[in-house]
């Protein structure tokens, strides 16, 4: 007699979808990503920024390196050479910039490390109008700021290098003395592109959110009461507007008056009942 083992045999389990392929995870490995990249661009920015703060403010004594066509003769013997050096022409706009960029990337990282936290933990999460509205405009500010150091900066370094290179003297500056500017402004221009590419994936994702709605079953639950909620109070109002709602008496209300209304007199009714 052969013993059947069969039934002893473990039960093969639900071959589940694998999460990793899916588009969903994809979408959500992607928005890290890039809210984790730019933030960290922002804040290596920012370091170069005070760093190229505190090597503008010590004057350099060395000069620049003069072209070709430079006539030496010509040149005034008390020259202040710090003129020609791109950290000491514009200390002042360097100031400026640093302080307003260490303000815009503050904004700037603060924000998205916030939506990436959230986006973490509470993936797809049921939110208000207002509070997808906030998240609307913080985005936005945070590209505005970002956008706007860029663009004063980039303004500043041009203006600075054209004045330096001068007819009369011929001098031109000495780039590799002062690849700490280029390498911040190449920086600024980058953690610019990964706010605005970081504001764009937030709108985006906030709008699927509102178009689908939630993808979790407790936030699915609390926007089936909120539908039902709404459907209640149109209910109740296009009740009240006919002649009443049901729960508070309307309808007895209304059919009293009705009754009233048909008999004229006080026994109309009463004599209606005994000829009956």
Known sequence: MAINFNPFKPTKSTKHKKVNHSKRYHRKRTRQVIYTTTEIIIVVEKLLASKLLLRASIPSPIPTTPSK???LANTPANRDWKENSILDVFRGSITKFVAYNV???FFASTTFAVVSIFDRVWP???????ARRTWFLCALLAVLFMLTSSVYFSVTVANNLVSMVRV????IPSLDREALAYVTLVLTWVA???TVWSCCLLVSCAL???VHGPLSKYGREMEAEEIRGKVAENTERELEAVGGSPGRGGWRNSGSKQGHAVGSGPGEGEQSGREQ
Do not use: I, Q
């Open 168 to 171: 009369r003297d011929g001098f």
């Open 124 to 130: 797809h999460w049921p939110e208000a109008t207002r």
């Open 192 to 194: 610019t592109c990964g």
């Open 208 to 210: 699927r959110v509102k």
């Open 69 to 71: 066509n430079t006539n």
């Open 103 to 105: 303000f815009a990337g």
